[in-house]
């Protein structure tokens, strides 16, 4: 089965930067878009940013120009460059993934663990 492992999360000081980064393993037909979501306590969890497997990105905007999505393909991972932070970045962030079902037309989502992000003022 597929598994999608986080990692980059911390404490970070207000204004500073973090790179998550979530890899995508084992047996992993085809990969369609992957994204980035978080939830911080007593909300939603909000979509932050996702990327199409052809490189198109969309932003919420509450983060548009301060973090930038990215995949390599090869290795079946995605980043988020975390930069400008500010306490109301603070959540724990999920890495999802749409996989494509072999010889079917079908896709499921798959979600990580998540990994804590943590912006003191």
């Known amino acids: 089965q597929v598994q999608l492992v986080e990692s980059g999360g911390g404490l970070v000081q207000a204004g500073g930067s973090l790179r998550l980064s979530c890899t995508a393993s084992?047996?992993?037909?085809?990969?369609?878009?992957m994204g980035w979501s978080r939830q911080a306590p007593g909300n939603q969890r909000e979509l932050v940013a996702a990327?199409?497997?052809?490189?198109?990105?969309n932003y919420a905007d509450s983060v548009k120009g301060r973090f930038t999505i990215s995949r390599d393909n090869a290795k079946n991972t995605v980043y988020l460059q975390m930069n400008s932070l500010k306490p109301e970045d603070t959540a724990v962030y999920y890495c999802?993934?749409?996989?494509?079902?072999?010889?079917?037309?079908?896709?499921?989502?798959?979600w990580g663990q998540g990994t804590q992000v943590t912006v003191s003022s």
């Open positions: 084992g047996s992993i037909f085809s990969i369609n878009a």
């Open positions: 990327i199409t497997n052809s490189g198109s990105a």
């Open positions: 999802n993934a749409n996989l494509k079902v072999p010889l079917t037309s079908r896709s499921y989502d798959l």
